[in-house]
Nanobody, 124 residues
Framework: QVRLVESGGGLVQAGGSLRLACAAS????????MGWFRQAPGKEREFVAAISRIGTSPIYADSVKGRFTISRDNAKNTLYLQMKSLKPEDTAEYYCSASPSSLVITEGRLYDYWGPGTQVTVSS
């Protein structure tokens, strides 16, 4: 089992930046492909970004491409999401997730473990 805990959320003005972190514990971190998802009030959870076990082949949702960067530090068992040029529509609860898949995946149902989330609010 993998335990995930997100941090780094907060309130930021439009155009600003935030870096989210997700600390993993339990099973070997490198056994898991990792992803970020988000859910805004009244909306379904949506895919944001994902990365392979070794930190390659990142995939991004079109809505964040060019603004967000996913990365991981396997020595520190930590996943990151660098967010720049934030927009009010980026406001959501952000969740990190872990999948035993050897592939980089975008479907939430294929992720086995989830963190409790961290709130990101972007003011206009």
């Amino acid at each position: 089992q993998v335990r995930l805990v997100e941090s780094g959320g907060g309130l930021v003005q439009a155009g600003g930046s935030l870096r989210l972190a997700c600390a993993a514990s339990g099973q070997t971190f490198t056994r898991y492909a990792m992803g970020w998802f988000r859910q805004a009030p009244g909306k379904e959870r949506e895919f944001v970004a994902a990365i392979s076990r070794i930190g390659t082949s990142p995939i991004y949702a079109d809505s964040v491409k060019g603004r967000f960067t996913i990365s991981r530090d396997n020595a520190k068992n930590t996943l990151y999401l660098q967010m720049k040029s934030l927009k009010p529509e980026d406001t959501a609860e952000y969740y990190c997730s872990a999948s035993p898949s050897s592939l980089v995946i975008t479907e939430g149902r294929l992720y086995d473990y989830w963190g409790p989330g961290t709130q990101v609010t972007v003011s206009s």
